[in-house]
Each structure stands twice: as structure tokens, then as C-alpha cells.
């Protein structure tokens, strides 16, 4: 039997994850914004690096919010031209994951 989450419940876990948001961003202003998402159902929140922008920038962009947020190891998932990165780790009770999804350039 699957057990009913209360909508408390839910509520609870979005303000701790928009609290470790506010955290996370007071912390690190030096950093590129990105765009974030608090999950609706247990404590996340996700990270978005833009892919519109160079890869190189993406890349770095993304290299610079995993360090700083001290996220797990990178994992690159390649394919049609794009690759599609992804990080994460548990940060003050929230699991916080990083994503980019990165156009790759064709050499001229």
C-alpha cells in the first residue's frame, strides 16, 4: 500500500528547499544566475544552466555552480549533437541537482 502524502507534508518540503535556495544564492552571488525549480514532492531543487548560450560558457557556467555547491561527480550523457549534464548531491536536508543541456558546436 503506497502511504498518502499530506499536503503539509509537501508544503514543508518546498519551503525547505526555497530556504536552502535563499542559502545557496546568498552564498554565492559571484556565480552566473541560472534558473532553479523547488520539486513538488519531497526536498529538491533543481538547477538549470541555460544551453542557449556557447558550450564553452555552459560548460563553465556549469563546472562553476557544481564546485561551488560541492556536488557529486558529473555525469555527461552525449547524443544528437547535444550532451546533457548532470550533478548532485544533499545539501541541508535538500537534494539539489544541476543540469545543463549543452548544443555542441560543429568544428568550421
Known amino acids: 500500500m503506497t502511504p498518502v502524502i499530506a499536503q503539509a507534508d509537501r508544503a514543508s518540503w518546498q519551503r525547505q528547499a526555497a530556504a536552502?535556495?535563499?542559502?545557496?544564492?546568498?552564498?554565492?552571488?559571484?556565480?552566473?544566475?541560472?534558473?532553479?525549480?523547488?520539486g513538488p514532492a519531497s526536498s529538491v531543487l533543481i538547477g538549470q544552466v541555460?544551453?542557449?548560450?556557447?558550450?564553452?560558457?555552459?560548460?563553465?557556467?556549469?563546472?562553476?555552480?557544481?564546485?561551488?555547491?560541492?556536488?557529486?561527480?558529473?555525469r555527461e550523457q552525449p547524443g544528437g549533437g547535444?550532451?546533457?549534464?548532470?550533478?548532485?548531491?544533499?545539501?541541508g536536508g535538500v537534494t539539489v541537482?544541476?543540469?545543463?543541456t549543452v548544443f555542441e558546436q560543429e568544428e568550421a
Open 20 to 38: 536552502e535556495l535563499a542559502r545557496i544564492l546568498e552564498g554565492h552571488p559571484e556565480l552566473p544566475c541560472i534558473a532553479w525549480t523547488v
Open 82 to 91: 547535444t550532451s546533457r549534464l548532470r550533478a548532485a548531491d544533499r545539501s
Open 97 to 100: 541537482r544541476l543540469t545543463a
Open 50 to 74: 541555460s544551453g542557449l548560450a556557447p558550450a564553452p560558457q555552459v560548460r563553465q557556467a556549469f563546472a562553476a555552480w557544481r564546485q561551488a555547491l560541492g556536488l557529486g561527480e558529473c
